[in-house]
């Protein structure tokens, strides 16, 4: 049986591709480890690499805050992991062959988790988790079904950071995250909806 602690162990050494080289931690992903609810971004940036912990930067921040805004504690409630867990060079997007490599750590998490939602961070983070022909500007916010767990992507934070104008449409896309939690999850608390 694989235990959490195997797979950290076994990620944290991971030499599948040439990230490794470069890297200063493994960003393996952090929180609750029943989660209901798994938020997957792209690959971790240069405080990320620092920290060795996912979404530490402003984008991070911005993250924080976007969860609070729907009641969840990015501790308590939710598990943040991403698709490649050592940081590409200059920030660059994960080559196809880097995200091959690394994909597995993901599927394990993902199997010991056993969430029932899936939010994917950004286009690249959908493209590999919900179709390869995902489209962000056009199908952020809706849902896919895969074997019973719901999926969806929202804009990822830092293009948040970059472009305000895509934050009301982000903010009714995390109104429907909040409403799908409250109507499939049992264990991930929010608060009572104020009337
Ligand atoms: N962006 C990501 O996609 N992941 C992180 O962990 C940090 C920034």
């Not at 240069?46 to 969840?72: H, S, W």
């Not at 969430?115 to 961070?121: E, S």
């Not at 019973?148 to 009714?172: C, Q, W």
């Amino acid at each position: 049986m694989l235990t959490w602690d195997h797979l950290e162990a076994a990620c944290k050494a991971c030499r599948k591709c040439a990230l490794w080289e470069t890297r200063t931690n493994v960003v393996f992903g952090v929180g609750r480890r029943d989660a209901e609810v798994l938020f997957v971004g792209e690959g971790p940036g240069e405080n990320e690499d620092k920290q060795g912990l996912p979404f530490v930067g402003r984008a991070g921040e911005l993250l924080t805050d976007m969860l609070r805004m729907i009641d969840l504690d990015r501790d308590r409630d939710v598990y943040i992991a991403n698709i490649v867990k050592c940081r590409p060079p200059h920030n660059r997007d994960p080559l196809n062959t880097e995200q091959e490599a690394c994909m597995d750590w993901l599927r394990y998490q993902y199997r010991l988790i056993r969430p029932k939602i899936v939010v994917c961070l950004g286009r690249i983070a959908a493209m590999a988790m919900i179709k390869p022909d995902f489209k962000i500007t056009q199908e952020h916010g809706k849902w896919f079904d895969k074997d019973g767990v719901k999926f969806m992507a929202i804009y990822h934070p830092a293009a948040l950071l970059r472009d305000l104008s895509r934050r009301p449409e982000t903010f009714v896309d995390l109104k429907n995250l909040q409403a799908m939690i409250r109507q499939v999850c049992s264990n991930t608390p929010l608060k009572e909806e104020t009337k």
